[in-house]
């Protein structure tokens, strides 16, 4: 009865011990990251954590700026969250521009591409919708005409209408991605 008395309490003992030192799954990850000696690959590891954890916080500490600006853009993606984008880029800039683009791709939104007040950078905006949801119908939204006529040809290659395509060396290279 003593022994397992003793064994009872050691165990209590122990566990209130080891308690306190258990790191939260994304403590540890952090932590894995900081390890990494290569800058370049510490801010790359940074930047999958911020966007596995959603955690726009973890891109703040990522020092190489385009590494930190798309890890920016892609949480803000994932998250479907454009004042993400509005808060890391007050100034309309081609950084915003590619934040409302992911937002818009991850929320299958085209009104975050309204956002964007250049109707070409907009139309590229409307285009990565179309591209991601496989649906040409989103290129009509475009007011640009050259957008909207890029946004068409890209679809129509992707989709494989390739006999839409305006060129014919586009069509043949259409045809000889697609097999037809």
Known sequence: MRFHLALLLLSVFISACTAGNE???EESELD???????TFQKQHCLAKLAVDEGDVTICDQIELGRV???????????LSDVKICDTKYPDEDIFRVECYSNVAVGSKDTTVCDKISNPALAAVCYSDVAAAERDIEI????????????CMSKLNF???NCDALRFEASRAYCKSVHGS
């Open 32 to 38: 894995n990251c900081d390890s990494i000696n290569d």
């Open 139 to 150: 290129c009509n939204q475009i007011k640009d005409v050259q957008g909207k006529e890029e």
């Open 158 to 160: 992707l989709l494989g």
């Open 68 to 78: 930190r600006e798309n890890c920016y853009n892609d949480v803000a993606g994932r």
């Open 23 to 25: 790191l939260s799954d």
